[in-house]
């Protein structure tokens, strides 16, 4: 025998449908119709009707379905969940990658194929008064569905995790910030005729408020745009580094960004399908901090080339920033970020290339008061941590070793604390000696053993052979 | 050549000690199993069947892990140990010779002898072999019944539930698992059964497993006939012992070991849950069927091959387990009846299932132990009280600083003293302040 055999599952082994969840789902999927209609240009004639049924449809749907967590004892409850056809990687799974990836693509590049879809924020933009072409529109409507999505499947957090309050806070956290940062607040302020300015993003991940172009857009409006820029300054150069170094990099990625918020709301039944792998790790820190620099040598050579009006550069720095806005911001971040996630999880741009993620992580690993502490001797190596880590951070191979957990991807979401079935794991700031170890009296080495005279050691103290001799192929 | 270290069975014991085995020595080691390829968690078995993980998320190292710490796995059935020519005979390939061998053969089920015992759809719930069998099974299980109400009963309750298979429970004791858990505890644990819909049967036992080939139901000794398609036995486990017992390796229930973890043979030692200690030891019990003990076996056996003799001693007790959304954590001693001379301080969540226990001396307050159901406590906090012998008000005035629980969960600190001092207004205890948010921020 050679594993867990799952070809034996004679049949589906997750469950029918109880009655409820049944109405829930035709709600949803009568949502869905009603979506596909808009599509073929039905929402013409009336478009607020035809957005309030649709949203309306697919959140009491969604609702109602949602009931089920509440239905069932409070506690952590993945049943199921790899077997699953949409939350492991079946038909199902592979069907939403390709809607959502290819829906991507229509908005980024053919947004006139999905006018009719896009008409459904029509009552939006007509009240705020946004561009009335489809190129505009389309962003209202992209943010619109986005924070659709965070809002609903954030209820769904809310429920399946109600024994647990710091994953309350965080939800709330995170749809507070997409509703009124990321969508209510940016709007309000283009119906003052003030600029589109997204108060909770800032450079390098809102790369362009710190580019040339961007600086001068905002502060060629009015006051309150000097103010905008000085604001994306602050927070990237002082308040992230301080709000870091007390609360890890948590405090952004998994509390305030919008990305963040999708991944915690909307993508957390794909969180287990991160890749755990050494390799995998290996691919991530190339790619993230490769990111990293093409962005900040395009913003370099952007100020250079703006500072020496092209003298020196000449075209170049706009090749890079193009590219960048074309490869990272749009490819990246949306059509993979997004896109991939019933495929490679719900965190793959904030892993694999968020430049953000990459700055915050590096003052983490280095400059931070947060760890997440491993309870002594208490794991039993079961890998729930792991496998519900979104980042793909192995927290078993440290937790089973009694070692704390400090790497500079933790976006402290939480969850692998939560899933463990033996109370192993704690996200917490403090101190930062003996940051990494944890308290030697459990650690890995610390050895509960009586000992003769030629293995004199006290009780509670690590050898020193041991602390010598390196611990086997130790990834950290 | 370098010594060659042969290790029979690749669970955490045998692992363990192949880990620390390779930091401390250049020797040949050799991993052998026939469960499976590599070494898997045991208790997350469960989890494989609920469908929170797939087989490849149970095995905490990669594959490619083994091959570069220089350990070999042969994954077959050893037949027969030659501890005179020091070889080792398997069902398929050719013999092995060892210069050291250390036998981490585990545990398995326990069966009492019950009629109908053979029958198909009885099983018991331990091994990997015992889980595809289930899985086999479970599309066709309309009903089912498991007998035993230990930490494996309750598990297999929990794994049958989620595939929506009613389960019958049928448990010896007045209450869920009351030889560990004393009565709030087990009474908090009984209505977290049922609250999953589990038909919990208390003071029952088995009479008679009904069927012909296969099984068709269980009598009870009230005499009432329970039909079932499958009846999980879960009423323990025991050392397995059956590869050693035709050698001249000593046996009783497990491998009789010293406190080196030597059995009688020289260069034979034995670990984890099939070895037996002679004698009682430092806060040993003779049999531990213990991950947390395997586990030290393994660290401690791998020193004492490594030329640094260690007497294995397992330290100041602990232990946890997860009883559907309850879990349960306990340090030293905390036993199902409270002993002569000692008093007990019990708090109990009046809205969720949530409990903290301490025990302590009557005469001198010094404290022997915690429990607690769904709160988390800091392990080398509660050890280092524990080992300085420290008394109840200590504890009760520092409790904040075993709290593991996560950031923003309720604090029970403040109920629990209120309630003591209500009960003992002669000697009140203060709750240390919690620091200032300056203080916490630049401690
Ligand atoms: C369902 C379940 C849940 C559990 N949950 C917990 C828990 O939550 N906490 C806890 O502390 N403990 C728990 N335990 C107990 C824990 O798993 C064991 O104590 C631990 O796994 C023992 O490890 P070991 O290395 O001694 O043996 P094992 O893990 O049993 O490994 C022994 C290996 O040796 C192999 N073997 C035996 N004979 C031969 C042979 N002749 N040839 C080749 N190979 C052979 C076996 O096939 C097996 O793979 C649980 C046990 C079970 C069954
Ligand atoms: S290590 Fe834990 S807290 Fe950090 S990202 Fe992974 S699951 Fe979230
Ligand atoms: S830390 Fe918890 S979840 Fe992770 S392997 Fe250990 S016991 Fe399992």
Redesign the interface.
């Known amino acids: 025998m050679s594993g867990y055999d799952v070809s034996l599952q004679l049949t589906s082994p997750t469950h029918g449908f109880t009655g409820k969840e049944r109405v829930g789902l035709g709600l949803v999927g009568l949502g869905v119709l009603s979506l596909v209609a808009a599509f073929f240009g039905a929402a013409s004639v009336n478009p607020l009707a035809f957005s309030l049924v649709s949203f309306g449809l697919l959140g009491v749907g969604a609702w109602v379905y949602f009931q089920r967590y509440r239905e069932r004892p409070a506690g952590i409850d993945n049943d199921g969940l790899v077997f699953s056809s949409s939350t492991a990687r079946g038909a199902l799974g592979w069907v939403l990658g390709v809607v959502l990836t290819g829906g991507y693509i229509l908005l980024y590049w053919w947004p006139e194929t999905i006018a009719g879809l896009i008409q459904l924020a029509n009552p939006i933009v007509a009240w705020i008064g946004y561009g009335e072409d489809v190129y505009s529109k389309r962003w209202v409507f992209y943010g619109m569905v986005y924070t659709f999505a965070v809002v609903v499947m954030g209820i769904r957090m809310l429920y399946k995790y109600r024994h647990n309050r710091y994953q309350i806070l965080r939800t709330i956290s995170v749809v507070f910030f997409q509703l009124g940062f990321g969508f209510i607040l940016p709007y309000l302020l283009v119906m003052f005729n003030k600029p589109e300015f997204y108060f909770h993003y800032f450079w390098p991940l809102k790369y362009d408020y710190l580019w040339p172009s961007g600086v001068n857009w905002l502060s060629n409006s009015a006051a309150i745009g000097v103010f905008m820029v000085f604001w994306g300054g602050v927070m990237t150069v002082i308040a992230t580094p301080i709000l870091t170094y007390f609360y890890g990099k948590r405090w952004y990625c998994s509390w305030v960004c919008g990305c963040g918020g999708l991944a915690e709301t909307a993508g957390d039944p794909f969180r287990h399908l991160s890749d755990k792998s050494l390799n995998a790790w290996k691919i991530e820190r190339w790619m993230i901090y490769s990111v990293l620099v093409f962005v900040v040598v395009t913003t370099g050579m952007l100020w250079v080339n703006s500072a020496t009006q092209g003298a020196v550069l000449g075209g170049l720095s706009q090749k890079f920033a193009q590219w960048y806005g074309f490869g990272i911001g749009l490819v990246f971040a949306g059509v993979v970020g997004v896109g991939f996630y019933p495929i490679m999880g719900s965190r793959v741009w904030c892993r694999f290339g968020c430049p953000m993620a990459a700055i915050l992580g590096i003052q983490q690993k280095f400059f931070s008061r947060f760890r997440i502490t491993t309870n002594g001797g208490q794991c039993i190596s079961c890998g729930n941590c792991s496998t519900y880590c979104e980042m793909g951070i192995d927290v078993r191979w440290y937790a089973q070793r009694g070692q704390n957990i400090v790497r500079a991807s933790c976006v402290g979401c939480g969850v692998c604390s939560a899933v463990c079935p033996r109370g192993v794991l704690k996200l917490e700031n403090g101190s930062r000696t003996a940051r990494y170890n944890g308290p030697v009296l459990i650690h890995e080495d610390r050895v509960s053993v009586q000992t003769d005279a030629s293995w004199q050691m006290g009780r509670g103290t690590a050898p020193s052979v041991l602390e010598d001799i390196p611990i086997l192929t130790d990834n950290s | 050549m370098s010594k060659h270290v042969v290790i029979i069975g690749n669970g ?1 014991a045998g692992v363990t000690a192949a ?1 620390f085995i ?3 020595s250049d020797f040949r080691i050799t991993i052998i199993s026939e ?3 590599h070494f898997f ?1 045991r ?2 078995l469960m ?2 069947f ?6 490849k ?4 190292y ?1 594959d490619g ?1 083994w091959e ?2 220089r350990i070999d796995l042969v ?1 077959d059935r050893v037949e027969k140990i030659d501890t005179q020519a020091k070889k080792l005979h398997f069902r398929q390939q050719q013999p092995l010779s060892y210069d050291v061998l250390i036998l981490a053969t585990g545990a398995q089920s326990r069966f009492i002898g019950w009629e109908g015992e053979q029958l198909e759809g009885v099983q018991g719930m331990v091994s ?2 015992d ?2 069998q289930l ?2 099974q ?3 299980i309309k009903r089912a019944v498991v007998i035993g109400g230990g930490l494996i009963g309750i598990e297999l309750a929990e794994m049958l539930h ?3 298979i009613p389960v019958t429970f049928l448990v010896r004791e007045a209450s869920f698992f009351d030889i560990v858990l004393p009565p709030e505890e087990s009474e908090i644990v009984n209505d ?1 059964i049922r ?2 819909h589990i038909d919990l049967r208390l003071q029952t036992e088995t009479d008679v497993i009904l069927g012909s080939d296969t099984v068709e139901g269980v009598r009870t000794n009230t005499g009432e006939e329970i039909p079932c398609d499958f009846v999980g036995i879960t009423i323990g486990v025991t050392p397995n012992i059956n590869l050693v017992k035709d050698s001249p390796i000593e046996t009783n229930r497990g491998v009789l070991v010293d ?1 080196l973890l030597q059995t009688n043979v020289p260069d034979v030692y034995a670990i984890g849950d099939c070895n037996e200690f002679r004698e009682d030891g ?1 806060g040993h019990r003779r049999v531990d069927l213990l ?2 003990t395997a ?2 076996h393994g ?2 056996v791998a ?1 004492t091959i490594c030329g ?8 100041v007790f ?1 232990n ?3 009883f ?2 309850v ?1 349960w ?1 306990t340090y030293g001693q905390v036993p199902a009846k409270l002993p002569d001379g000692v008093a007990t301080l019990v708090w109990q969540d009046k809205t ?1 299932p949530r409990l903290i226990r301490m025990n302590y001396n009557k005469a001198d307050h010094i404290v022997l132990g915690f429990n607690t159901l769904n709160i ?5 906090v509660c ?2 009280w524990l ?1 300085e012998e420290r008394p109840l008000d200590y504890v009760l005035k520092h409790l904040r600083a075993a709290n ?7 604090s029970y600190e403040e109920a629990l003293l209120y309630q003591f001092n209500q009960q003992n207004p002669e000697r009140p205890v203060q709750l240390k302040p919690r620091p200032s948010l300056l203080q ?2 630049f ?1």
Do not use: C
């Open positions: 955490v880990r390779r930091k401390l469960e499976s390829a968690s208790p997350a989890y494989l609920m469908g929170h993980m797939t087989w998320d149970v095995k905490p990669e892990f570069k710490n994954h990997l072999e889980l595809n899985e086999q479970a599309a066709h989620t595939r929506q977290a609250a999953h406190a430092i991950w947390y586990r030290e660290k401690a020193k640094h003799p260690t007497r294995y001693d397992r330290g602990f946890s387990a997860k559907f959304n879990e954590q969720v988390r406590l800091r392990h080398d050890e280092q080992l593991f629980d996560p950031e923003f969960f309720r916490r921020l401690s």
